[in-house]
C-alpha cells in the first residue's frame, strides 16, 4: 500500500496549484481571503477570548489564516493558496488578575481554495493541510500538593490531517459538508476519520451598513472509540464587513469531545460568549 506523509502530500498539492499557472493571473497577498472561515467551526482562526458561563476557564486564541496569492481562472473562477497558523489556549482565572495557562494547542499548515460564481450563487471547496501538537502548561501543575492537577499527566498528542469542504453560498446563506482523514496521530489507537456539516447565515445591512448578525452552526462526527457528535453553535454581531475583516461579539453553545489534545477523551457541554477579530 503507498504510504503518503505530510511533505509528499504537500508538494503535490503545490505543483498540481502551480503546474498550470499564467503570471499575469496571481495577485500576490491579496487583501481578502478568498474563502471565509466557517464561523461556527472550532478548528477556525481566532484573534480574542472566551469565556465559559458554567465553569472557571476562558480562552485565550491566537491565530490567522493568510491567503499567500490568487490566481484568477477565468471570469468567474479563482483559486488560492494560503497558510494557517493558529494556537488555542486553555487558562483558568485567579486573584490579582492572574491567568494561569493550563493546557495549549498549536496548529500549523497550509490550504488551497477554489470559488467560481454561477447565476450569482457562489461555490467552492477549501484543502487544508494541518498539523496539531498540544501540551500541558505549568497551570496544570498543583504546586501545593506537587502533582499534576486531576491525575492528567502530561502525554503526547499530535495528528496531521487532510481537510476537504466543498460549500455553496446563496446570498447570505452558505451551507457546507465535507471530511478528515488524519494520516498520521500519536497516540494511534483513534479513528483516522470526521466528517462534517454546517451552515451559516449573516443578516447584512440588517443594522446598517457594517453591523452584521449571524447565526452558525456546526455538527462534526468524530472517531474516537466509535463515532460520537460535536456540536457547536455561535451567533453573534459582526462589527465590520460581513464576508471580510472586522470585530465579532458573540454567544456560543458546545457539546463533545474536548477540542485540547491533552483533554481529547473528556466530553464536555459549556455555553460561552466572547469576542473575536476577524483580520
Not at 486564541?61 to 490566481?71: A, K, M, Q, V
Not at 477549501?126 to 501538537?133: G, V
Not at 460568549?273 to 476577524?278: A, E, L, R, T
Amino acid at each position: 500500500m503507498l504510504k503518503l506523509n505530510y511533505k509528499s502530500i504537500f508538494l503535490i498539492c503545490l505543483f498540481l496549484f502551480t503546474s498550470n499557472i499564467a503570471q499575469n493571473g496571481i495577485e500576490i497577498f491579496p487583501s481578502n481571503l478568498l474563502i471565509q472561515p466557517l464561523t461556527a467551526n472550532t478548528l477556525k482562526p481566532k484573534l480574542g477570548f472566551e469565556f465559559k458561563t458554567n465553569k472557571n476557564e476562558l480562552s485565550l486564541n491566537i491565530g490567522n489564516s493568510l491567503d499567500i496569492l490568487h490566481y484568477k481562472v477565468n471570469p468567474t473562477s479563482t483559486l488560492s493558496f494560503g497558510a494557517d497558523l493558529f494556537t488555542y489556549t486553555l487558562l483558568s482565572s485567579q486573584s490579582n488578575f492572574h491567568f494561569p495557562v493550563d493546557a495549549i494547542d498549536y496548529l500549523f499548515g497550509v490550504n488551497f481554495g477554489y470559488k467560481k460564481i454561477v447565476c450569482s450563487n457562489e461555490i467552492g471547496v477549501r484543502l487544508r493541510i494541518s498539523h496539531i501538537s498540544a501540551h500541558f502548561v505549568d497551570g496544570h501543575y498543583d504546586k501545593t500538593l506537587n502533582q499534576w492537577r486531576d491525575g492528567r499527566e502530561p502525554k503526547v498528542y499530535s495528528r496531521e490531517f487532510l481537510e476537504l469542504i466543498p460549500y455553496f453560498r446563496h446570498k447570505n446563506f452558505r451551507v457546507y459538508a465535507g471530511l478528515t482523514y488524519i494520516f498520521s496521530i500519536d497516540p494511534d489507537n483513534i479513528g483516522t476519520d470526521q466528517y462534517q456539516f454546517g451552515f451559516e447565515y449573516f443578516a447584512s445591512k440588517l443594522l446598517g451598513e457594517h453591523l452584521t448578525p449571524y447565526f452558525s452552526y456546526d455538527f462534526r462526527l468524530i472517531n474516537l472509540y466509535g463515532y460520537t457528535g460535536n456540536n457547536s453553535l455561535e451567533t453573534g454581531i459582526k462589527y465590520g464587513y460581513a464576508e471580510g475583516k472586522g470585530i465579532s461579539f458573540y454567544f456560543r453553545y458546545f457539546s463533545g469531545y474536548n477540542i485540547h489534545g491533552e483533554y481529547f477523551d473528556v466530553r464536555e457541554n459549556f455555553t460561552s460568549f466572547g469576542f473575536n477579530f476577524d483580520l
